[in-house]
């Protein structure tokens, strides 16, 4: 009887630590069209005329973006279209640090009321080295179709979808502190 009972002891800790952790199977899941990263907000509510919404969206883009005259490549008041070019860092720590400058292509419509924004093309170019920049959405896929992925891929996309965000929320904030009436 002892000698089961030292059997147990010695073996079951091997029994119990042997078996396989279960793998995360939550991703990050981004909004895609024609399997696309194509993230795409409207904000409605806004008790402004369309001429309003886009000289906002006007100023938002200036002031975002460092030089909104290299962002801003088109822009028609009589539609209410801007489109553009913008960019964020994505920098994730770690053991090997990942430093990436995100690019994108942003378009902004502005009608009575509210204002859609588009964002779309999304490209990564990895800061200090020679390497030239990549689209973003090869990658993506290949993270979705991974049954099991290395948890730094899920870092980096959560990373991305909180930057993203917070360009939307912020577009949004501005959008509605800067189109209500002017008691000047």
Request: aromatic share 12%; charged share 25%.
């Amino acid at each position: 009887m002892k000698k089961t009972i030292l059997t147990l002891l010695t073996f079951l800790p091997l029994l119990l630590f042997s078996q396989k952790k279960q793998k995360e199977v939550t991703k990050v899941i981004l909004p895609l069209k024609n399997e696309s990263i194509y993230i795409e907000k409207v904000i409605d509510s806004l008790s402004a005329d369309k001429r309003k919404v886009y000289n906002a969206s006007l100023k938002w883009m200036a002031t975002v973006f460092v030089d909104s005259k290299e962002v801003i490549q088109n822009k028609n008041e009589n539609d209410g279209e801007i489109i553009g070019s913008g960019n964020f860092r994505l920098v994730l720590p770690g053991f090997t640090t990942t430093n990436d400058l995100i690019s994108f292509m942003i378009e902004i419509t502005a009608k009575d009321n509210k204002s859609r924004m588009r964002i779309y093309q999304f490209s990564r170019k990895a800061i200090g080295y020679n390497y030239p920049s990549m689209p973003l959405d090869p990658d993506y896929q290949a993270y979705l179709k991974e049954n099991q992925f290395p948890k730094a891929n899920k870092k980096y996309y959560e990373a991305f979808k909180t930057q993203v965000d917070l360009l939307l929320s912020n577009y949004e904030s501005f959008l509605k502190e800067n189109v209500k009436p002017d008691d000047f």
